[in-house]
């Protein structure tokens, strides 16, 4: 069975800090991909950054980073010098290669930026 | 700019009526998606439209009526709702799985309250 497990329910964060928020998934397929998605108040649904199962390097996107480690099958998210902008609700998410077309949600963790 | 749009962003209708939401993308995309989604929580699929053709129905009441009349528009038909259907709707596009674990994107979606 697939699962993505997001064990933070709600972190506080200084402004400027980086922040890590953790995701671990469970697959048995060899070929996923790995997702976050951002969603501030006002509702939409963001897409972050993406990561492929065989993929060499972590994933970068401008001030986000997907720190991928295969063997203990995490693949944690990174948010440099964090802005009070990000305060939101930050979803893990997995999709599989060989399945349906269902992606896999995480129950989110909600990342509140302090001034 | 989101590459999906979805109309309305709010919707207010009473038990006995009739409405429709939609959803719009041009992204080539050949699956398209219907979510609801409850405060403090990841969204629930409902439905999932594989080239145009419905692949995926989540055991959803049949006041909720999905149609897909092309690959770039999905509608879910709306009657007879109850008060705990009040929600966020969300439609989302992606490829289609034959062409690998690629992410989802979303629309900014539909607050519907149902009095």
């Known amino acids: 069975a697939q699962k993505i497990t997001q064990t933070q329910p709600g972190m506080f964060v200084q402004e400027k800090e980086a922040v890590t928020l953790d995701c671990t998934y469970d697959?048995?397929?060899?070929?996923?991909?790995l997702f976050w998605y951002k969603q501030p108040s006002s509702g939409e649904m963001i897409f972050l950054i993406y990561q492929g199962s065989y993929d060499q390097q972590n994933a970068t996107e401008g001030r986000y980073s997907l720190n991928f480690q295969k063997a203990r099958k995490s693949a944690n998210l990174v948010i440099s010098a964090s802005q009070l902008g990000d305060s939101a609700m930050y979803f893990c998410?997995?999709?599989?290669?060989?399945?349906?077309?269902?992606?896999?949600f995480g129950k989110g963790t909600r990342l509140h930026i302090l001034p | 700019d989101t590459e999906v749009t979805q109309t309305p962003k709010h919707l207010v209708m009473g038990m006995t009526n009739k409405k429709s939401l939609k959803c719009e993308q041009h992204m080539g995309h050949r699956a398209m998606y219907w979510y609801k989604q409850k405060a403090k929580k990841p969204p629930e699929l409902m439905f999932v439209y594989s080239y145009e053709k419905l692949s995926i129905n989540e055991s959803v009441p049949s006041r909720f009526s999905p149609e897909c009349p092309n690959s770039s528009l999905l509608n879910l038909h709306l009657h007879a709702l109850q008060p705990e259907d009040s929600a966020l709707y969300l439609c989302a596009s992606s490829p289609t799985k034959d062409r690998g674990p690629q992410p989802q994107h979303f629309g900014d979606g539909t607050r519907l309250s149902i009095l």
């Open positions: 998410a997995m999709r599989a290669a060989n399945r349906d077309d269902k992606i896999i």
């Open positions: 697959t048995s397929d060899p070929s996923y991909g």
